[in-house]
């Protein structure tokens, strides 16, 4: 037995880890303490994994690909029904743990887990579908054909943000596309990963067949992402996190010609025209700008408010953020919990300050005091009325911070909406169809995922979850992404007993 555990919240998560079946050694003596945002304190100590350690597990992954290559998909797809049902059965723990760990409010937290679960149920269905076309030759006595076959070994990097569910888009697919999958989580939420794994091992054991180092783990922070990105037997890398990051490592996949999946920055917007029904849009605006405490990716950050409703709207949506419970996410009625550390605090106040030097309304945004004590950072939701579309608007602050600006035609907005570098999400509220087919269009939204009359965030499984620019271009979970995590390949087959060639090239010997 280790020492009890230091502080009431490692108490907390030390009981649910207990729960959860990870064995302490995993999260006490290591050297990466682990925070919780709640507090400030301590949950544990993680070991980092070595760089021979990375290696070593990169190397079982490796060796599990080859044999789970050859079993049959839908077989594959029993394990990761199995990781579904673990899941269900751990769904109160883990999103609990999510929440000290993360900060997010529980609903938040277990949302996340039921997102995994949502993946697991996607991918069992689609053992069954990894299908490709047979195509027309033009051949007599041949047939063409393709063919999906697993790709290898896929590295997942992850974010804090959603410590669990992402790690679950990936894995889930690459298992029943024949791949085994190395997860680097993000440094501040080990523990999260640590259960997940642990949770994962239990559906391995009932499954019985699957080989040893099928889904690793490793512990570390930037070199150690790096040694993943950089290892030759990574065909696969998806990584999550800002587009500085993925600048980092875009070119260091190319330059091996390894697969990438970039889910990078969002800066998103959303559209409020003259006929939208406004309850409705303050609704959907308070969840996607406020939720998670800003921290999604697709947090909605700007918001274009038509002039013949910005009067009726803004007031309001003021009121409501000064209104909103700010706290600690386990009591009852907070909706907007920590931000993960100081310095998501200190950069949100700098874009604060970028922004009243340039002459913008702030409403809110202030360090809320007396939750937790000085080594917690609640804020109050910012809300910036800003005259004209620059400064920090431009850019992805990872905090609850929402631009608002007027805007006169759609055209106007629609260009506002497409003037910055992420084209993650995006959204319209409007009852006017007209409007609405025109954001949809090919000269409308340049974002992976365009939303009409709910906010930007918030996505659901079944479809693709991505974005253009410099989001990266990468998609995950639903559609067709399955392809991203096998390899293609045409067949030609000749039943004939000639040798026609292609093109009409003769070649006679
Ligand atoms: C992320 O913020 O990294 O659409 C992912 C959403 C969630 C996923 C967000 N389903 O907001």
């Known amino acids: 037995m280790s020492a009890t555990p230091a502080t009431p919240l490692a108490h907390d998560a030390d009981a649910l880890l207990q729960r959860l079946g990870v064995p302490r050694a995993a999260y006490t003596g290591g050297d990466l303490p682990v925070r919780s945002p709640i507090t400030g304190e301590t949950l544990g100590a993680v070991p980092q994994s070595t760089p021979a350690q990375v290696a070593a597990a990169i190397g079982r992954a490796q060796a599990a690909f080859l044999e789970w290559r050859n079993l049959p998909a839908p077989r594959r797809g029993e394990l990761v029904r199995l990781l579904a049902q673990e899941l269900r059965a751990a769904r109160d ?155 980092a490592v875009g070119p260091r996949l190319a330059a091996r010609f390894a697969r990438g999946i970039l889910e990078l920055g969002g800066n998103n917007a959303a559209i409020v025209a003259p006929t939208a029904d406004l309850d409705l849009a303050l609704r959907g605006i308070a969840f996607a700008a406020m939720g998670t405490a800003g921290q999604r990716c697709t947090t909605l950050r700007r918001l274009f408010v038509h002039d013949s409703v910005y009067q009726t709207l803004v007031p309001r949506l003021i009121g409501v953020y000064g209104r909103v419970q700010v706290g600690d996410p386990r009591s009852p009625g907070t909706l907007v919990g920590p931000l993960i550390d100081r310095m998501a605090f200190d950069g949100m106040q700098q874009a604060l300050a970028q922004s009243r ?137 000749n039943y004939s007993t000639a040798l026609p060639l292609a093109q009409g090239v003769t070649f006679d010997i």
Not at 94 to 113: D, R
Not at 176 to 191: D, H, R
Not at 203 to 220: C, Q, T
């Open 93 to 247: 723990e883990l999103g609990g743990l999510v929440t000290l760990e993360a900060g997010k409010i529980p609903s938040e937290g277990q949302g996340e887990v039921q997102e995994m679960i949502d993946i697991c149920d996607f991918a069992v269905g689609l053992s069954r579908q990894l299908y490709g076309l047979t195509i027309a030759t033009e051949r007599p006595g041949h047939r063409m054909m393709e063919t999906w076959h697993p790709l290898g070994v896929c590295g997942v990097i992850t974010a804090f943000n959603f410590p669990v569910a992402v790690w679950s888009w990936n894995a889930a697919l690459a298992l029943v596309c024949g791949n085994a999958v190395v997860w680097k989580p993000s440094e501040k939420t080990p523990l999260t990963a640590l259960a997940t794994l642990a949770i994962a091992r239990r559906a391995l054991e009932r499954f019985g067949a699957a080989p040893a180092g099928l889904l690793e783990l490793i512990v570390g922070q930037r070199a150690t992402g790096q040694a993943l990105v950089d290892d030759a037997r990574v065909a696969l890398l998806s990584a999550t996190g800002s587009t500085a990051m993925g600048r």
């Open 357 to 493: 030097a340039l002459g913008a309304t702030v409403h809110g945004g202030n360090r809320v005091e007396g939750i937790a004590g000085d080594a917690a950072y609640y804020v109050r939701p910012a809300l910036v009325e800003l005259a004209r579309h620059e400064g920090p608007a431009l850019h992805e602050t990872f905090a609850p911070i929402l631009y608002v600006l007027r805007y006169r035609s759609l055209d106007e907005a629609i260009a506002l909406n497409n003037a910055v570098g992420a084209g993650l999400s995006s959204s319209i509220f409007t009852l006017d169809m007209r409007e609405a087919e025109q954001f949809l269009s090919a000269a409308g939204s340049d974002c992976g995922i365009a939303n009409v009359n709910i906010g930007p965030s918030g996505a659901e499984i079944g479809g693709a979850f991505g974005g253009e620019k410099e989001t990266g271009g990468g998609r995950e979970a639903g559609a067709d992404s399955w392809r991203a995590y096998m390899r293609r390949a045409t067949n030609t087959i």
